[in-house]
């Protein structure tokens, strides 16, 4: 057997040929298109952030001022009850939330000074008996009820638990409200991720299960955030008769008292 056809034996029996590879220039052609598809995934994936966690919050929500530039610290040290000089609760239980002209009208009658914003309350709301209308930082969804007696009353918690330090401030901050739901950008919180520093950052359902579990509060059936209730009715439903022993004698008890905090 000549030279010639041994080489092309050992070829056909181990396909290693220069003929089999590719050349060099298709190597370096794939390469090429492999880093171009990878950098283009990299930028798109730069850019959804951008515009998922920048962009889309500034668009989602706009801001609004409100009517006065109402100076909380110097309400608190001039009245004699502190912030319960204006937010209190009447005779039958129920919480005077925020507070109407006729409370005003006892000490700002006429301006007090040259303030401005003092002359735009006399003269566009206490003279004409009109409302101001305040733009309110928590006020929930109208399907969510929040009992401040069972909170402030019965549970003894501060009010700067879920408001902040507001009757520290000297201006009021913008308010920023969504242009989809119409609820203030408070009750789901600055950061779009649901992160938080303090517990008055937001107010969602997730902060109530939180405060309930980390307190150990008893009540008659427990506080679930939305996923874990989520979660907890698939079990009940592909396992019935594993709900957890307790009174079910109503309707809220039977829906986890969904009833008590929603309408």
């Known amino acids: 057997m000549s030279k010639k056809d041994e080489k092309e034996k050992a070829i056909a029996l181990t396909g290693d040929s220069e003929a089999s590879s590719p050349p060099d220039g298709a190597k370096k052609e794939e390469n090429g298109s492999g880093g ?52 209190f609760f009447r005779d039958d239980g129920s919480f005077s939330g925020v507070p109407k002209l006729t409370q005003c009208t006892g000490c700002h009658e006429e301006a007090q000074g040259e303030d401005p914003e003092e002359t735009k309350l006399v003269e566009e709301y206490v003279a004409k008996g009109r409302e101001v209308p305040w733009l ?8 969510v009820f929040f009992s401040h007696a069972a909170h402030v009353k019965m549970a003894k918690m501060e009010c700067v638990t879920c408001h902040g330090p507001i009757g520290e401030s000297s201006h009021a901050r913008i308010y920023e409200e969504n242009r989809i739901t119409g609820i203030s950008r408070d009750i789901w919180g600055k950061n779009i991720a649901g992160l938080k520093r303090n517990s008055w950052d937001r107010m969602k359902m997730d902060e109530c299960a939180e405060c309930h579990a980390s307190e150990a509060i008893k009540t008659e059936v427990s506080i679930e955030t939305p996923m874990l209730g989520f979660f ?29 905090c929603h309408k």
Do not use: M
């Open 36 to 87: 171009s598809i990878l950098l283009f995934f990299i930028v798109g994936f730069i850019a959804s952030l951008i515009v998922g966690w920048i962009v889309f919050p500034k668009l989602l929500y706009s801001q609004k001022k409100q009517p006065i530039d109402f100076n909380h610290a110097l309400h608190v040290e001039t009245v004699d009850e502190g912030c319960q000089s204006c937010h």
């Open 232 to 260: 907890n009715n698939i079990i009940r439903l592909a396992f019935p008769g594993t709900e957890k022993p307790g009174r079910k004698n109503s309707v809220q008890t039977q829906h986890e008292a969904c009833f008590v």
């Open 136 to 143: 309110v930082y928590s006020r929930q969804p109208n399907c």
